[in-house]
């Protein structure tokens, strides 16, 4: 089993849509989750940190965390063909806080159509 | 002004060669970090360093070799390059390990 697992997609909404990504991880004692966008040979860039449980909020985008379900999810709201991108779900572990490490799924591509 | 810069951002070698990447942030962080992107778009970290000390060092062959000159700068060299080397090194830094990541734009390294 792989330590985070996302759904590759591609993930196609039309414009306006609600898109959502899902995140399933295996370490029941992870502490931290993160969301990057990465365009097309682009660099990844967070766009959302989460670290209790419920949803969290930031403009278009909203996290939900469910630790009991060991899951995070990504809502983007209506959506923009500028959200076309790979979305990388990232989780850090209890004994991770003070070394960084950051565990990647393998990214949900999102394509956002006019 | 680029945050996290690195260099080459194209490298194209032969097997056997050996290459360096540099990368180097004008954040103020004091923890930077490589990362391997392979052709699936699977990120995975390599290294770490913090204040010029390792702190994360993963399953990766000794071929790799980090070094941290100072806290704004972290290189990776690599030996004897093999095909599967080939990939997008990224180098990332943060304030310690509990701040937010921030990647450079990557050194597309393609072994022939």
């Known amino acids: 089993q792989k330590e985070v697992e996302q759904n590759s997609g591609p993930l196609s909404v039309p414009e306006g849509a609600i898109a959502s990504l899902n995140c399933t991880y295996s370490?029941?004692?992870?502490?931290?989750f993160f969301w990057y966008r990465q365009y097309s040979g682009k660099s990844p860039e967070l766009i959302m940190s989460?670290?209790?449980?419920g949803d969290k909020e930031d403009g278009r985008f909203t996290a939900q965390l469910n630790k009991a379900s060991q899951y995070v999810s990504l809502l983007i709201r209506d959506s923009q063909p500028s959200d076309s991108a790979t979305y990388l779900c990232a989780v850090k572990g209890l004994g991770s806080g003070n070394t960084g490490k950051l565990i990647f799924g393998q990214g949900t591509t999102l394509q956002v159509k006019p | 002004d680029t945050a996290v810069s690195q260099t080459p951002k194209y490298l194209v070698t032969q097997m056997g060669n050996d290459k360096s990447i540099k990368c180097e942030q004008n954040l103020g962080h004091d923890t930077m970090y490589w990362y391997k992107q392979d052709s699936k778009k699977f990120l995975k970290i390599m290294f770490s360093?913090?204040?010029?000390?390792?702190?994360i060092n993963e399953t990766v062959p000794n071929r790799f070799s980090p070094k941290s000159p100072d806290k704004a700068h972290l290189n990776l060299h690599i030996n004897s390059l093999e095909l599967g080397d080939s990939a997008v090194y990224f180098c990332?830094?943060?304030?310690?390990?509990?701040?937010?990541?921030?990647f450079g734009p990557g050194t597309r390294l393609t072994v022939l």
């Open positions: 370490d029941r004692v992870s502490q931290s």
């Open positions: 989460i670290y209790s449980n």
């Open positions: 990332a830094s943060s304030h310690g390990g509990r701040d937010t990541q921030y």
């Open positions: 360093y913090n204040n010029k000390e390792l702190i």
